[in-house]
């Protein structure tokens, strides 16, 4: 597993990159590949984790989670510990 940050993704298109200290080049992501529920998207500068599988045009990220993932009972846990 490695880690890395998000260079950039496309909504609409549905890919973007991910740079990692452990690689020379950028690593492509796909939206399929990413580890979410619901709305599979990431933002630039995102910490994750991955897996890397080779490609026809170079590295491809797959088994992508975003480091900072709350799942939604984590979330309203964390919520309700929060003072107001």
Excluded at 5 to 15: E, H
């Amino acid at each position: 597993m490695h880690r890395g940050s998000v260079k950039w993704f496309n909504n609409a298109k549905g890919y973007g990159f991910i740079v990692s200290d452990s690689f020379d080049e950028d690593l492509f992501i796909h939206y399929s590949a990413i580890n979410v529920e619901g709305y599979k998207t990431l933002k630039a500068g995102q910490s994750v984790t991955f897996d890397v599988s080779p490609g026809k045009r170079g590295l491809h990220a797959v088994d992508i989670t975003p480091v900072d993932q709350a799942t939604p009972e984590e979330a309203v846990e964390n919520k309700e510990t929060q003072p107001a």
